[in-house]
Every structure is written in structure tokens, then in C-alpha cells.
């Protein structure tokens, strides 16, 4: 069952750039990873999506190595909104063991 | 459409009685899945329906909580005998995929106060 470690917080300051990995050592092969943020008293949001190596959209990159054991979710110049509590999400449609990481707090400062 | 709803936004309720909530579903989303989440904790997975196929119900916590899908759409998780310990904000989200892993949208949750 795929298990998801994060880091617990971490720090920066506006404009710069942020990278947040995941470790998933027994990630299965049918799984794919997704990335989430949550605001105080809302649910989470989805920020991206991947398989295997590297995936952009408009707000963030996802890098997958081969192994696909970790990723890393990169922020690109983050602002004071981004301040949110981020995670690491390991499954499959048909799989109903969703784990969702602890989460990382990143807390960006002016 | 609108996005995913849940209903109430907020109950409080005394120990030993029984809760209902419930959930909407984004418009053509087959599959939705329930999360619990304690104060300043991460996400519990709990049950995940996909269509009209029967859930797996492993990950509910305890004989007390039970959830359905009716017509493959609005859905409702019930606690009997409610415990303290089951105060948290549920949530709920919708996705449309049916291969891989779709993203999920999520709705408000609703914030359960057990007295």
C-alpha cells in the first residue's frame, strides 16, 4: 500500500522558488500522483497532476524520477498567497486506498 | 455546473446521537470519495464510490459510520451513536475520470462538533 511522506513545513520568501517532495517508496504501478493545496476552512484544490517524469501546467511542475519512489512539486515564484498547507496524494481510480501525506505547511514571507 | 456541495455547513450534536451528511456531486462526476479531517491534521480517507458499483467500505473507522450513493449521485454518511472523537470536518469530493486518477474537487466539508 503506497504511503506518502512529506515534510512537515517549510519557509520562503516571495518570489522565490519552492520545491516540496514526496516520498512513496511502494507507489504502485497502476498509481498515479497528484498534488494538492488547502487553504484555512476550505477543501483542498487540485494543483497537478503526473505518472512519470515531468509534467507543467500554468501554475506549478511536477518532477517524477524514474523509479517513481519520490516527486517533487515545484512552486515558481511564489507570492504571499501561496501560503497554504500543500499534499501529496498516491492512487489509482480503482483503488480505494487513497492515501493523502501529512502535509506540508509552507508559509511564504514577505 | 456548480461545484461539489455539502450539506449542513456546520452541526453540533450530543454524544450518542445519530448525524446525517450529505453530499452533492459535481453533474456527471462517477466517482466520490468521503474524507475526515481532524483539527490541524491531514486528510482520512474513508470510502470511495465509483458509478453504481458496490464501495469498499474498509476505510471507514468504526461499525458506526456507513455512507450510500443513491442513483450514482448525491450521497450521505451517516454516524449513529456519535462520539466525541468523531468531531472533525468531512469532506467530500467528486471526479470525472474513470481511468488513471482524475483530479478531485472538493466541497466545503461540513464541520462536525460532537458535545
Known amino acids: 500500500l503506497a504511503k506518502t511522506t512529506q515534510p512537515i513545513s517549510m519557509d520562503s520568501y516571495e518570489g522565490q522558488e519552492v520545491n516540496i517532495t514526496c516520498s512513496h517508496n511502494?507507489?504502485?504501478?497502476?498509481?498515479?500522483i497528484t498534488w494538492y493545496q488547502q487553504f484555512p476552512s476550505q477543501g483542498p484544490r487540485f494543483i497537478i497532476q503526473g505518472y512519470k517524469t515531468k509534467v507543467t501546467n500554468e501554475v506549478a511542475s511536477l518532477f517524477i524520477p524514474a523509479d517513481r519512489k519520490s516527486s517533487t512539486l515545484s512552486l515558481p515564484r511564489v507570492s504571499l498567497s501561496d501560503t497554504a498547507v500543500y499534499y501529496c496524494l498516491v492512487g489509482a481510480y480503482n483503488n480505494n486506498d487513497m492515501r493523502f501525506g501529512a502535509g506540508t505547511r509552507l508559509t511564504v514571507k514577505p | 455546473g456548480a461545484g461539489v456541495s455539502q450539506s449542513p455547513s456546520n452541526k453540533v450534536t450530543e454524544k450518542g446521537k445519530d448525524v446525517e451528511l450529505r453530499c452533492d456531486p459535481i453533474?456527471?462526476?462517477?466517482?466520490l470519495y468521503w474524507y475526515r479531517q481532524s483539527l490541524g491534521q491531514g486528510l482520512e480517507f474513508l470510502i470511495y464510490?465509483?458509478?453504481?458499483?458496490?464501495?469498499?467500505k474498509s476505510g471507514l473507522p468504526s461499525d458506526r459510520f456507513s455512507a450510500e450513493r443513491t442513483g450514482g449521485s448525491v450521497s450521505t454518511l451517516t454516524i449513529q451513536r456519535t462520539q466525541q472523537e468523531d468531531s472533525a470536518v468531512y469532506l467530500c469530493?467528486?471526479?470525472?475520470?474513470?481511468?488513471?486518477?482524475?483530479?478531485?474537487?472538493f466541497g466545503p466539508g461540513t464541520r462536525l462538533l460532537v458535545l
Open positions: 453533474s456527471g462526476h462517477t466517482a
Open positions: 511502494n507507489i504502485a504501478t497502476n498509481d498515479y
Open positions: 464510490f465509483q458509478g453504481n458499483s458496490a464501495p469498499d
Open positions: 469530493a467528486s471526479s470525472a475520470t474513470t481511468s488513471g486518477l482524475g483530479a478531485q474537487y
